[in-house]
């Protein structure tokens, strides 16, 4: 396998909240970015190197070590920059079943977003100056999905659900985010299937498999007990003979096909 098709370590991040139904937190990708352009999207994006340094291990709260926590720092990460929220305890009250922070570090590191996203400024290291810790057992393992291999770009997509902190407000970053909008899942596949959303295949996918249920505490109380099972999309035809998308029908999502036609080209080239 060459370097090229080589999948990239990759976090997404489902932030819920009851309004007072579920709803889920997604942005808007630029239209000028690379990957998933003007599509509604969970916050994620690419590991960085910063996100497996050995340091954080006295910075993150939970049990987790190599490529899953690096994972779980990412999607953190991601979801500071892309939306302005952050998964953190203050250090000196650390520790599962505490209080996540508040709007007011929100606001103490909003003038950072842009430095961290462009790699100006160190994440660790800011976390560092505020004394925070992150919650990395916050966060629920909800899905893992792999590129197919025929694609020029691919990576190795872990998806989490976790509970918005209380009084913390989501917000779009400007650069990669254009908006950022809370939906219920079942209303957001409604608006892609009425033409006024682009939503690529596993997002839509994710939020079937989150439609199944009505509250924070349900997704979360669910989902944590449930076997993830890895999605590698291959290319196989349907009952009709048609070209399609085959993924493992043991991964319980809506579907285990996808017409080849209905999958958007989301990668631009350079």
């Known amino acids: 396998m060459s370097e090229a098709s080589t ?4 976090a997404t991040i489902l932030l819920l909240r009851d309004e007072p139904d579920l709803q ?25 190197d910063e996100d ?5 291990a006295e910075h993150t709260d939970g049990d987790y070590s190599g490529a899953e926590q690096a994972a779980r720092i990412s999607a953190i990460r991601e979801a500071y920059e892309e939306a302005g929220i952050i998964l953190a305890r ?4 650390r520790g599962a079943g505490s209080s996540l922070v508040g709007q007011d570090v929100v606001t103490a590191l909003e003038p950072m977003r842009g430095p961290v996203d462009r790699r100006e400024k160190s994440f ?32 190795d997509t872990h998806f ?18 254009t908006e950022a909008v809370w939906l219920g899942p079942q209303q957001a596949l409604d608006m ?19 439609a199944e249920t009505e509250t924070v505490e349900a997704a979360l109380s669910r989902f944590s007990s449930e076997k993830i099972v ?7 035809k349907d009952d009709a003979g048609d070209p399609c998308l085959h993924i493992p029908e043991e991964a319980g999502y809506i579907q285990s096909t996808e017409p080849l036609q209905r999958v958007a080209n989301v990668s631009k080239s350079k």
Do not use: C
């Open 7 to 10: 999948p990239r370590l990759s």
């Open 24 to 48: 889920v937190l997604m942005v808007k990708r630029h239209y000028e970015i690379d990957f998933a352009s003007g599509a509604l999207v969970f916050p994620g994006g690419k590991a960085n």
């Open 52 to 56: 497996s340094d050995p340091a954080w």
């Open 90 to 93: 203050e250090a000196g009250a």
């Open 124 to 155: 660790l290291e800011l976390i560092k100056e505020h004394k925070l810790v992150l919650a990395l057992d916050r966060l629920v393992h909800f899905g893992h999905w792999i590129t197919p291999t025929m694609m020029p770009k691919r990576f």
């Open 160 to 177: 989490y659900l976790a509970a918005t902190p209380s009084g913390q407000i989501a917000e779009q970053d400007g650069r990669e985010t």
């Open 192 to 210: 892609e299937e009425a033409g006024s959303a682009t939503i690529i295949f596993p997002t839509r996918m994710n939020l079937g498999k989150l």
């Open 230 to 236: 890895t999605v590698l999309p291959v290319i196989g």
